[in-house]
């Protein structure tokens, strides 16, 4: 994990430039900032684990430069900001929503969307750009940004969620790879597919991606059998993005006994895996 010299406290909005007044920095050792779009990864879901995950990533691209911006695009009824903390203080990250639904003719539904970033293999760049691009949004945010980041829920790049849940998670990732975008796909699990559409889907993304992390041994393997050998070098292994969490002390919910605890003891907490226990 990088880390950075901004002392904690300060609040910023993710990509706004954030300065420290105390110390220069050489410009051979300043890093350009980036624009990073996430996907697979929200704060409108019940799913703490998917937040932990959307937030690990943020604060882990804002340790490497602060002013990088990070924005999500993920489906939702409508675009909203969430405030998370990180590093250098509290940072507003803008949800661009995109829609999953029967009603395709949705200007920010995937499929359309989809269908229009076809049309920029068959149309001239600069009429593409000009023309159709500004009418849609969503899809001008994802194209001008500079790298695409993707984690499908930590666990959902497979089918054992059902087959409708792999599309669901793979159609962004399609569109980030037809805008001809760097797709990264940020450690998470990969597989099992049950199905041999299954396995042409994640074949097909992997092998069109820049970098595919996976967190467990496992999951590495299973990219093996689905990417060609001259792909095998993008494959690599990290922790989960959980571990980039920036941590924090909630004092209004410590329980009476760890307040009671002996100072020169160390307190270790289990957080007990529901998924794992029900066997998942």
């Not at 994990?1 to 050792?29: F, I």
């Not at 990732?173 to 994640?202: C, E, N, Y």
């Not at 001259?230 to 494959?235: E, H, I, P, S, V």
């Amino acid at each position: 994990m990088l880390k950075t010299d901004l002392k904690s406290g300060q609040s910023c909005r993710s990509g706004q430039t954030v300065t420290n007044s105390g110390s220069e920095t050489s410009p051979t050792a300043v890093r350009q900032p980036k624009t990073l779009c996430l996907l697979g990864a929200s704060f409108g879901t019940d799913n703490r684990g998917v937040s932990a995950l959307a937030a690990g990533t943020i604060n882990a691209a804002i340790q490497a430069n602060p002013d990088n911006r990070v924005f999500l695009l993920d489906y939702g009824y409508e675009p909203t900001t969430t405030v998370i903390r990180s590093t250098i203080g509290p940072c507003e990250i803008d949800l661009v929503n995109i829609r999953f639904s029967k009603r395709i003719l949705l200007r920010n539904n995937v499929a359309h969307l989809i269908a229009v970033a076809l049309l920029k293999r068959l149309l001239p760049n600069d009429y593409w750009e000009q023309r159709i691009l500004p009418k849609y949004p969503e899809l001008k945010s994802l194209y001008e940004a500079d790298t695409v980041l993707s984690i499908a829920g930590g666990d959902s790049f497979s089918d054992i969620y059902g087959f409708g849940r792999l599309v669901y998670v793979a159609l962004p990732q399609i569109l980030a790879i037809l805008l001809a975008k760097d797709l990264v796909l940020l450690p998470q699990t990969i597989g099992p597919f049950r199905r041999s559409v299954s396995r042409r889907i994640a074949s097909f993304i992997m092998q069109r991606s820049t970098v595919v992390y996976g967190r467990e041994t496992d999951s590495i393997q299973v990219a093996r059998t689905l990417v060609r050998t001259d792909c095998q070098k993008k494959l690599r292994f990290s922790p989960d993005m959980a571990f980039a969490l920036e941590p924090f002390i909630d004092s209004d919910r410590m329980t009476a006994v760890l307040g009671q605890t002996v100072p020169d003891r160390p307190i270790v907490g289990f957080n007990i895996s529901g998924l794992l226990y029900m066997g998942g």
